[in-house]
């Protein structure tokens, strides 16, 4: 077992936006964090990479604990927000060596990873170009490229797709199956039901800050007693919405 989120109680200041959140993220797979805009996902998601501080509960992922030794937890995962973060100053070539330098990857074997990733997305030309160039798409992909680049435990995706041409998601949902096949876990939130139902392996449910329901298509559909109903029906039935 890779992540484990046990009993979360968390949010911003003194008001609790996560009601006693409880899931399982295993090695090998993908699973998909679901829900509404305003469900809870990217708080989530915050308490896991350690931007916020739970107010209950524990994260734990590999047996070290985040708040017990943040160090070798932080260590361990790579994430891709949902909002692309880059360094005005910086070019494309440094935002990638300084992820380098932060992870302490071997250069020349990290250099063959962001080559290969540059190519995929396009961005092999554009090296020495800095973020006031790049269109809200192309700086998502440079969020990825350096996401990818060191070999990690856990990998935090926020609504991924959001930015991306239809070319760009299919080359990042490629390379997702690729760290899965690797033995990374992979916590991927999205409100693009249609395609999570394609790619994950199984599903955490929640609304207003709350768990709805876990586990595979086939799992959801039997706890909903709604048989071969798409993921997008069971969650809006769920929720009476």
């Known amino acids: 077992m890779a992540l484990?989120?046990?009993?979360?109680?968390?949010?911003?200041s003194s008001i609790s936006v996560l009601k006693d959140i409880s899931f399982k993220v295993p090695s090998n797979s993908l699973v998909g964090l679901i829900g509404l805009n305003?469900?809870?996902?990217?708080?989530?998601i915050n308490h896991i990479i350690g931007l916020l501080k739970p107010m209950k509960g524990s994260i734990v992922l590999n047996g070290?604990?985040?708040?017990?030794?943040?160090?070798?937890?932080?260590?361990?995962?790579?994430?891709?927000?949902?909002?692309?973060?880059?360094?005005?100053?910086?070019?494309?070539k440094e935002h990638i060596e300084l992820t380098m330098m932060a992870y302490q990857l071997d250069k020349k074997v990290a250099w063959e990873k962001a080559d290969r990733y540059l190519k995929i997305f396009r961005?092999?030309?554009?090296?020495?170009w800095f973020p006031i160039n790049f269109s809200k798409g192309m700086?998502?992909?440079?969020?990825?490229?350096?996401?990818?680049?060191?070999?990690?435990?856990?990998?935090?995706?926020?609504?991924?797709?959001?930015?991306?041409?239809?070319?760009?998601?299919?080359?990042?949902?490629?390379?997702?199956d690729e760290e899965k096949r690797a033995g990374t876990?992979?916590?991927?939130?999205?409100?693009?039901l249609t395609t999570a139902q394609e790619v994950?392996?199984?599903?955490?449910?929640?609304?207003?800050?709350?768990?709805?329901?876990?586990?595979?298509?086939s799992d959801l559909q039997a706890q909903s007693n709604q048989p071969k109903s798409s993921l997008s029906d069971i969650y809006l039935n769920m929720t009476d919405k």
């Open 123 to 128: 961005l092999d030309n554009k090296l020495d």
């Open 64 to 92: 070290v604990s985040l708040q017990e030794d943040a160090g070798s937890y932080k260590e361990k995962i790579a994430y891709i927000p949902e909002i692309p973060v880059l360094y005005e100053e910086l070019t494309l």
């Open 4 to 12: 484990e989120v046990n009993n979360l109680v968390g949010g911003y």
């Open 200 to 217: 994950c392996d199984s599903f955490v449910m929640i609304d207003e800050g709350q768990m709805l329901a876990s586990g595979t298509l």
């Open 38 to 44: 305003g469900a809870g996902k990217s708080t989530t």
């Open 139 to 176: 700086k998502q992909k440079v969020m990825i490229v350096c996401a990818l680049l060191p070999d990690v435990d856990l990998l935090l995706v926020d609504e991924p797709f959001l930015g991306l041409d239809p070319l760009a998601t299919r080359d990042l949902l490629n390379l997702l």
């Open 185 to 192: 876990a992979i916590l991927m939130s999205t409100h693009v």
